[in-house]
């Protein structure tokens, strides 16, 4: 790719807007009377020379829940949007091309950005909260209140605390936060009440293993598992030894862990896997 504007071709893309903007124009003029392939090459030397640009536009929208390569990515293709369609005329590239990437990113934050998704109202108002907090955070030198916010935005007070309210659906707060003032994380207080949810996998796996037991290690199992009886309790049913019992256990054990690998290990420290597979 040659750049032909002399300016460019020992040095980088200008930072200055009209200098920017006026180096598109005289590529775009160059376009009027080229080749196809001319005009493809002189493209190119138009995203070479904005696409500095277009990043830091796209950089404007960090920390908002989207990774900042994905902002880029997603600003640079607005930037390709906007090469395509741009023809000139008393609008300068930048004008027309500004809005051409910031709606591509919006678009990308409405479509990909939220964990749990919103009204599109709310999605719609958020980036106009955003904003708002953002001057006014600039003119007052500290945050704005919620009810200064809605003020400024000629809103009710509950429809800006509703818009900041699903912002979490960005960004949701992490499990391994503290969840109260002893310390500890949310995800500590999170237990599950549901035995059999938590053990689903290691009942999977145990099933079809136990339903290929003998009839009578089926048994043993549903009496040690299912009525919770110890050894003895069992021997006495069997009118067997203890002793017997719990060879045959041990038995039983080392079966399954070699029908199921070291997995096993896991439920035979805890009766609760057993117990719905054990009579079938």
């Not at 400024?152 to 429809?159: A, I, L, Y």
């Not at 035995?195 to 003998?214: F, H, I, N, T, Y």
Request: charged share 30%.
């Amino acid at each position: 790719m040659t750049l032909a504007p002399e300016i460019f071709r020992a040095s980088t893309p200008p930072s200055n807007t009209e200098q920017r903007d006026g180096v598109v124009r005289d590529l775009y003029d160059q376009m009027l009377d080229a080749s196809e392939d001319r005009v493809h090459e002189l493209k190119e030397d138009v995203i070479t020379v904005c696409l500095p640009w277009a990043d830091a536009v796209s950089r404007r929208f960090r920390s908002r829940g989207i990774a900042d390569d994905d902002l880029v990515q997603v600003g640079r293709l607005g930037l390709l949007e906007a090469v395509e369609r741009y023809r000139p005329g008393p609008c300068p590239f930048s004008g027309f091309a500004y809005p051409t990437i910031t709606g591509k990113i919006k678009k990308h934050f409405r479509d990909q950005g939220w964990m749990v998704r919103p009204p599109r109202r709310l999605q719609e108002a958020g980036s106009e909260v955003t904003e708002t907090v953002r001057s006014l955070s600039q003119e007052l030198g500290r945050h704005p209140t919620d009810h200064e916010v809605a003020e400024q935005m000629h809103v009710r007070v509950e429809e800006v605390r509703e818009v900041l309210t699903v912002s979490s659906c960005f960004r949701p707060g992490s499990i391994d936060a503290p969840g109260s003032h002893d310390g500890v994380s949310i995800g500590e207080n999170l237990r599950s009440s549901d035995k059999d949810l938590e053990l689903a996998e290691l009942k999977m796996v145990l099933g079809p293993a136990v339903r290929q037991l003998s009839e009578q290690d089926r048994e043993l199992l549903r009496l040690r598992f299912v009525e919770d009886l110890v050894q003895q309790q069992i021997a006495e049913r069997l009118g067997v030894s203890q002793m017997h019992v719990s060879r045959r256990l041990r038995r039983i054990f080392s079966s399954l862990r070699q029908e199921i690998g070291e997995i096993v290990a896991i439920p035979l420290a805890s009766d609760d896997a057993f117990s719905t597979h054990a009579a079938a």
